[in-house]
């Protein structure tokens, strides 16, 4: 994800223990995988048809509304955040010596799915490879992996994966397309420059790199939901040849979703549109800029300040503003993709549990308004926003304690309205310009009261 650039501290790498084994350089890279990615064809551009396999898969994304990130490797070793290589200017010399100390033994896949599972998630969005370049499967094109420099030597990405399909999640793999380790990755971009690489390398052959490691995920790993790009803000004048990667991506899972993290307008091959850290049509972080498009949207969000894990960042959002959001999500016709970021020995914060759980909670009651619905016939207002299922509208009520509520004109009469936490009856008055609800109470508690609108089938 992206970040400003902090001052330089004094110290480095002060928690990492001393004596760690020397770095050993990259393996060289597997022919037949480089080879491979190599002969992809540049893609020529869609020009708006997209194949049904990703119109369908476009469709079940927006259905699922609620996912979990995880952002966790060996950067949770110092517990100060994902960017820590970059923060306190490592060396890759110095960052390397955190992976013989990598060794997360109470990382279970089946719990991490189970979280999120119970907490009405219904797909997770997996960091591979973040922007130290460390790559959390068995990857055959480097030996900078969680199984061939950690005592860990678990395949992660493995095991998720399986855990996945075992309990019905989708998955999604994150891959930084920047990279502070890599050599390669060559004219350094706007971060990474401290790393101690020689200011040499070959930008194409790094991207070959780059889609050999693709080529791992999508063919050993089964199905998936899709490919979360991020980075190529770092540079965003380089030759990325996105059209190859895309294209190779589209050929090996046509089903696979391509969302990318670029903060600009999407282009051709590309599935989603992302909001860091707001919904759609804020800019509150400074990243989103961009004008919202006609793709899926999606909004990502931390629990508290950071995505990786951080010991000292205790600015844990209750899970009341994190249902607000999520509905406030929904009624923009967006996915809200809320992280979690593990501590070094595999287990999630208890906080994020805890919340994760009462949110769980909220959705149980209140699901059918947020899953399989799309963004509702009244645009978000003070009081709240609604979404739709078919002829069903719910309306949220995320601010206020009024029991009336006026609301345009609907474009079909309501059959009936009630409350969705308790069935209890909403009465309902309508004109030819407005809908009035009068509601038997309002929830003080509740951080997000929804009302059920049951419309007239089309033509009645």
Known sequence: MRRRLPPRPAALLHRAARGARAAASHLALAAGLLGAAAGVAPARAQEGAVPPERLAARERYQDMRFGMFIHWGVSSMLQDGEWIMNDRRLTVAEYETLAPLFDPVRFDARAWVAAAKAAGMRYITLITKHHDGFAMWDSQVSDWTITRRTPFKRDVVR????????????????????????????????????????????????????????TELLTAYGPVGGIWFDGVWDRPDAPWEVARTYAMIHRLQPQALIIPNHHRPPADGED?????????????????????????????????????????????????????????????????????????????????????RQVGAWLAVNGASIHGTRAGPVGPRPWGVTTQHGDTVYVHLLHGSDRVLALPALPRRVLRASLLADGAAVQVAQANDAVTLTLPHRDAEAPDQVVRLVLAPPGR
């Open 159 to 214: 095991e998720l994966a399986d855990e996945c399909r075992r309990q019905g999640i989708t998955l999604f793999f994150y891959y930084s397309q920047l990279d502070w380790h890599h050599p390669d990755y060559f004219p350094r971009g706007e971060t990474g420059r401290s790393a101690g690489r020689p200011e040499s390398g070959d930008f194409a052959r790094y991207l070959r790199y780059m889609d050999a490691q693709l």
């Open 272 to 356: 989603a549109q992302t909001f860091e850290k707001d919904l759609p049509g804020a800019n509150t972080a400074g990243f989103n800029t961009t004008t919202i498009g006609t793709l899926p949207l999606e909004t990502s969000q931390t629990m508290n300040d950071s995505w990786g894990f951080r010991l000292h960042d205790r600015h844990w959002k209750p899970a009341s503003a994190l249902i607000r959001e999520l509905a406030g999500a929904a009624g923009r016709g967006a996915n809200y993709l809320l992280n979690v970021g593990p501590r070094p020995d595999g287990t999630f914060p208890d906080t994020a549990v805890a919340t994760l």
